[in-house]
């Protein structure tokens, strides 16, 4: 049974429609991360389920139970806000105290239960400070920290890192990943970060504009995705799309001219692209290799030299811009004509509605 | 987790039908009710009650002591028509007021630019020009008749000393009017000053910066840059001081009594005297209305004002 | 202007500079004159009130003042005034400024508009018709009839609201879910995150209560029931320019201690209020 459901969920301001008829099951256990771009809908939809937003349309269960009339304090559920929300006023262990203390808890099991949580976020050392006199990445802590006390159903999570440096936030990643696997309790987190979706997620929830585009697994959404908004969602550098015509198709395979000419080879299910259909051929950067008989010609702009490795930006012939990820120490010099070559992987090819027409299994050559 | 793949659905169009008031809704409606109760009692009974029973007296035959000789109609604003004292007080108000708006806001922006700044010896003139205005108005009058006497005063033994002779300035019934206008300058002025000193504070430091590279003048950096970026405050300083000096009373009734001659006597203190002297609540009750209307009209001009300063 | 000057512009700065020293100066002069002359004796005062310097020195004025006991007595109802007024209007204001600012309830708009309306009440637009009301429930010469009419004041609300309105929503929706009923978040979070605009408010209304002279003017008869404010005009008239100046000057000081103490202590204070009212 799922811990958090969502039946055609759907959110107004007056007459602007935020949420349109999502559904959705969480559950027990899962960590669940939407992502999206800023001003989706993400928190709105969050918040919903935290029960700090009434509910348009639709249902919200929580344990299988209906709350949309259940008032947030209610719902068993814990968040932790983008700009945490500390009590300023409250030291460290005041603040993660306020909620057992609202619902009348013991005092040694509100210590026990502090003591319990400030070791595993390794507070213990400020637990009498107040939150002006920590730092960003502590406060943090202090927010997650004050949502474990409670022990609630269901942990919310909005936005947390996007306040925190790089480091810290590539540190706190691992540390709520450890978290989850520690509490196993039901996660749901919201970000705009596609690398923190990627990195933590059980499944994503990819939204757009109040819909929910795709549900899956990372790497289920990063190898099949259902549109060019998730293909170009997920992934860094991001993918690329370059337009073209079928030329040809036999069975399943189709072969896409682009401008200039170049000729490329894709498979698609069949039926779902004709000859002189336009589609969008979409070419993760890690699969592009240079190479001196390579079908697809272009002039590097810019190399960004990585260490690792090197993103080469190249205009192609039709002008778009393409990023080759490449592991070769010695990149083309800018404004040098390179071909590139295609690696294995997945070639990604659209329809004109901007769906995935890929073919899902079978090999890709 | 099985990797269920779901693509997008599009939304149905459907009517939304409007959500039941909840019960936790009623309760916080309720609890809106406590937070605001206490207010809305006081409000309601003491400033809005009051005044709808002050424009009723006004058109009463009213005393004092409670004493209702019935309806009147208009004739207590009729009497007012006629009445020279009333005209006279409300001249001296207005006089009195065209006097220290201007005085006021001068002396309140200058002195704010002089102690604008950081440093020990700026914060302390500021804490100086501002003390003045915790006294209470007895203190101010009693401090000022004092300076102003004649014979006793501060400035009499300075006149002296240069030869003149000790002038009694409130004896005047030119000088007394310019006297208050001063007394009332030191004590109000901290306030228009520290809200000049927050408008001051607040423009960006950038902009003197940029001016200081142009080499601009300091002339100009006022002209150009600070004055318009305190007009806003300029006219809720005015505004504000219109409204507070219309309702002069102390000043004159503690130090002048109204003479020499009527020629301090202000709105408020006829009001006063005409309830708490000759009885005549219901007289009183009408020209405090015209006070209410006169100041009415120069609140709704601050709010206007306002408003221009919002669309720009 | 902080860069620095040179030149012609250093000695502008300086001479500006030293005008606004003699200036505040003399603003000062009649406050230390005062100060001065209270602690004269009145016999030297006959003779000349010329000097800034307390000499002969003499503290009469002052314990004839505390033996007198009128003046004390004044100051004690100035104070239970002006305290029981602060307390009150901090009350007041803040629970309906909450409600106002964070709280849905019917004809909310309405409301606020007319509480909008109600700060272009003067007070001499009311004064009469209240002490007609004051006069019929029999409590004129009361500390509570000198407190009540100043409680219903509309802008200790709108500063509350304007307060309460930034603080960041989430903390509230934090104490929300952490099983805070409205009572609480107000009492446990958004009070005790208040407290400097309460100082500011508080402040601002102890000296309006101090200060206050219309009201306690007309419904303070009772000699024993002035303030201080009140009293001292009453004894101004009566033997202000004779014999015992020293006396009233004495009085004046002491009526003044409270509230320059108070300003001297909170001026920071004072300082954030105007520049918070003035931001709206
Ligand atoms: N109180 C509100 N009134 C009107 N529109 C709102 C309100 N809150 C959010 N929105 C709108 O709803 C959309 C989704 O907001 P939000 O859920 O905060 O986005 P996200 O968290 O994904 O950045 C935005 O377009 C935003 O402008
Ligand atoms: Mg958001």
């Known amino acids: 049974m799922a811990e958090v459901a969502l039946r055609g969920v759907s959110k107004s301001y007056g007459n602007v429609d935020v949420i349109h008829d999502v559904s959705l099951d969480v559950g027990q256990g899962e960590f669940v991360v939407f992502v999206g771009p800023s001003g989706c809908g993400k928190s709105t939809l969050m918040r919903m389920i935290a029960g700090l937003e009434e509910v348009t349309r639709g249902d919200v269960l929580i344990g299988g139970e209906r709350v949309n009339d259940t008032a947030a304090r209610d719902r068993g559920v814990a968040m932790v806000f983008q700009n945490y929300a500390l009590y300023p006023h409250m030291s460290v262990r005041d603040n993660m105290a306020f909620g057992l203390r609202n619902i009348g808890t013991p005092r040694p099991e509100i210590d026990s239960r502090i003591a319990k949580a400030a070791e595993i976020l390794q507070l213990d050392r400020y637990l009498d400070r107040k939150p002006r006199a920590m730092s960003g990445g502590q406060r943090q802590r202090v927010a997650i920290g004050r949502a474990i006390v409670r022990e609630p159903k269901v942990f919310l999570f909005d936005e947390p890192l996007s306040n925190l440096d790089a480091n810290l936030r590539v540190q706190m990643r691992t540390e709520i990943a450890r978290l989850h696997h520690r509490l196993d309790a039901t996660m749901i987190y919201v970000t705009h970060d596609q690398t923190e979706a990627m990195t933590m997620a059980d499944r994503i929830v990819v939204l757009r504009a109040g819909v929910i585009e795709q549900v899956g697994a990372p790497l289920d959404l990063y190898e099949r995705p259902a549109n060019m908004f998730v293909a170009g969602f997920l992934g860094a550098p991001k993918i690329n799309f370059i337009k073209g015509r079928v030329a040809a198709s036999q069975g399943n395979e189709i072969l896409v001219e682009l401008a200039g000419g170049t000729r490329l080879s894709a498979l698609v299910r069949p039926g779902t692209a004709n000859p002189g259909d336009a589609v969008t051929l979409g070419l993760r950067p890690e699969m592009l290799q240079i190479a001196l008989d390579g079908p697809l010609p272009g002039r590097v702009e810019v190399v960004e030299q990585l260490g690792a490795v090197q993103l080469v930006y190249a205009t192609l012939a039709d002008g778009t811009t393409m990023v080759a990820e490449l592991r070769d120490r010695r990149p083309p010099a800018v404004g040098a004509d390179v071909r590139f070559a295609l690696g294995p992987g997945i070639r990604h090819v659209f329809d004109a509605r901007e769906l995935s027409i890929t073919l899902p299994e079978g090999d890709h050559q | 987790m099985t990797a269920a793949t779901q693509t997008r659905v599009l939304p149905v169009a459907e009517p939304r039908t409007k959500v039941p008031q909840s019960p936790a809704k009623r309760r916080d409606w309720l609890t809106a009710l406590l937070f605001l109760a206490p207010f809305l009692v006081v409000y309601l009974v003491l400033l809005v009650y009051p005044l709808f029973l002050g424009i009723w007296i006004s058109f009463r035959d009213w005393d004092l002591m409670g004493g209702d000789y019935g309806w009147i109609g208009t004739l207590n604003y009729q009497d007012l028509w006629s009445d020279p004292v009333f005209w006279r007080a409300a001249g001296n108000t207005l006089k009195f007021a065209a006097m220290t708006v201007p005085s006021m806001t001068l002396v309140a922006l200058l002195l704010a630019l002089a102690v604008q700044g950081p440093g020990r010896i700026r914060a302390v003139c500021r804490s100086i020009f501002f003390l003045s205005s915790v006294f209470s108005v007895t203190v101010v009058t009693l401090v000022w008749a004092m300076v102003l006497s004649p014979d006793r005063g501060l400035i009499a033994p300075v006149v002296q000393f240069f030869g003149g002779t000790p002038f009694n300035f409130l004896g005047s019934p030119t000088w007394a009017m310019p006297a208050i206008v001063v007394t009332t300058l030191w004590w109000g002025v901290g306030l228009p000053m520290a809200l000049f000193l927050a408008s001051l504070g607040s423009i960006p430091k950038e902009l003197y910066e940029a001016a200081e590279l142009d080499h601009a003048s300091r002339w100009s950096v006022f002209w150009r840059i600070t004055l318009p970026s305190i007009r806003h405050t300029v006219v809720l300083v005015v505004v504000l001081q219109i409204v507070a000096q219309l309702q002069i009373f102390g000043q004159p009734f503690l130090m002048t009594q109204g003479g020499p001659a009527n020629s301090t006597r202000t709105l408020v203190q006829y009001i006063y005297e005409t309830s708490f002297r000759d009885w005549l609540v219901g007289y009183g009750a009408a020209m405090a209305m015209v006070l209410f209307v006169l100041m009415m009209i120069f609140s709704m001009l601050q709010l206007w004002l306002g408003r221009q300063g919002d669309d720009q | ?280």
């Open chain 3, 1 to 280: 202007m902080t860069a620095a000057r040179t030149g012609w512009a250093l000695w502008g700065d300086r001479l500006l500079l030293a005008i606004t020293i003699i200036v505040a100066a003399l603003w000062l002069l009649p406050v230390i004159w005062v100060v001065t002359m209270s602690l004269k004796p009145n016999a030297e005062l006959m003779r000349s009130t010329w000097g800034f310097i307390p000499y002969p020195f003499t503290i009469e004025n002052y314990t004839n003042l505390i033996q007198l006991a009128t003046v004390p007595r004044w100051l004690v109802n100035s104070l239970i005034v002006a305290i029981g007024m602060t307390l009150l209007v901090l009350t007041v204001s803040s629970l309906a400024g909450y409600a106002f600012a964070r709280l849905q309830f019917p004809f909310k708009r309405t409301i606020f508009a007319l509480m909008i309306a109600g700060l272009m009440i003067p007070e001499q637009a009311v004064f009469l018709p209240l002490h007609q009301m004051f006069a019929d429930w029999g409590i004129h010469n009361t500390h509570a009839a000198l407190v009540m009419p100043r409680v219903a004041v509309p802008i200790g609300v709108f500063l509350m609201m304007q307060f309460f309105r930034a603080v960041p929503r989430e903390l509230e929706e934090a104490a929300e879910l952490d099983h805070a009923s409205r009572f609480t978040i107000f009492f446990r979070i958004m009070l005790p995150l208040s407290v400097p605009a309460l100082t500011t408010l508080g402040l601002f209304t102890f000296i309006h209560a101090w200060n206050d002279f219309l009201w306690p003017l007309v419904s303070a008869t009772d000699a024993d029931m002035y303030t201080v404010t009140v009293g001292l005009a009453s004894i101004q008239g009566n033997f202000a320019m004779s014999e015992g100046l020293g006396s009233v000057m004495a009085s004046a000081v002491f009526a003044s201690l409270p509230i320059v103490l108070l300003f001297l202590i909170f001026q920071r204070f004072i300082v954030a209020g105007v520049a918070m009212s003035a931001g709206k």
